[in-house]
């Protein structure tokens, strides 16, 4: 970053010229966004912290800091991987690029199901496909008394996971497995029924690589992310297989889901034998979100698909 004078800058300034650099790139919002992120960590301070301070002066020692993390954002790395952890529904993450940044959209679907079971009590949960254990944590905190089992077929990311459950004191079970494999194979932690299953799991078509940002393609991890577009619901059909005998008679599966193939997920419940399906938008106003619950759950009327706008 050029001070563009000698001497040490006060703070205002030092945030000013910060965001005059990486605004070009990513735009005035996200760039006040990551100012405030880069503070947070390198100094422990809030943005109230930093409109107090503001005359301060920023030492050599701190401009050479944010000179290293500018470097690397402008190189596409993703700000939660420079420092190591991600805000994600109150709470901070661990974060490698073993697993995926927990995104807003994602917390939407913990809202979902928080709303949904908020009052009922000793719930078994399965989070499949956990990553960093974003949505098994959060349920864990905000559900009473939740049994969360989280599975993924990534020993690294399992190791995120348990270090987040760790520092968060969330007693979730992880276990190492593959979704894909369930059909032939389920394991006996898993042998029982759960009155919730959620997963995010892989759903970009090959084909939208073009169309993804720089910083996802270059640093998160593609396992998480990418399906073939020869079979863009295999997990979901996987998951699906397994719920159908796994889900108990009051209970719902939570999906996020990619909007290009909404119809497609709903028939695949249907010929699963699933008859009741819910779709919600997310904030951005994309179908983002798919509720699939046992035929004799009783918040939604029977052999019933609907839209929530």
Known sequence: MDNGMSGELPLFQVVKNLCAELSPKYGD???????????ENLKG???VDMAIKAT??????????????????MTDEPIQYIFGNAGFYGMKLRVTPDVLIPRPETAELVDWIVDDNGTRKDVQVLDMGTGSGCIAIALKRNLPFADVTAIDNSEPALKVAESNSQALNADVNYRLC???SLAANVPAALSGTFGIIVSNPPYIAEHERAAMEANVLQHEPHQALFVPDSDPLEFYRAILQYAHSH???SGAVYFEINPLYVKELE????NTGFRNVEVRRDSFGKERFM??????????RAHETRRHL
Request: proline share 4%; aromatic share 10%.
């Open 291 to 300: 509720k699939i619950c046992s035929v004799s759950y009783t918040h939604l």
């Open 45 to 47: 301070w809030s943005p």
């Open 178 to 180: 593959d979704i894909l």
């Open 267 to 270: 028939a695949l419940a249907w």
């Open 29 to 39: 919002g996200e760039a006040k966004a990551m100012v405030r992120i880069i503070f």
């Open 56 to 73: 301060e002066p920023v030492s050599e020692y701190i401009m050479g800091k944010l000179d290293a993390v500018v470097g690397r954002l």
């Open 247 to 249: 889900l108990d008679a």
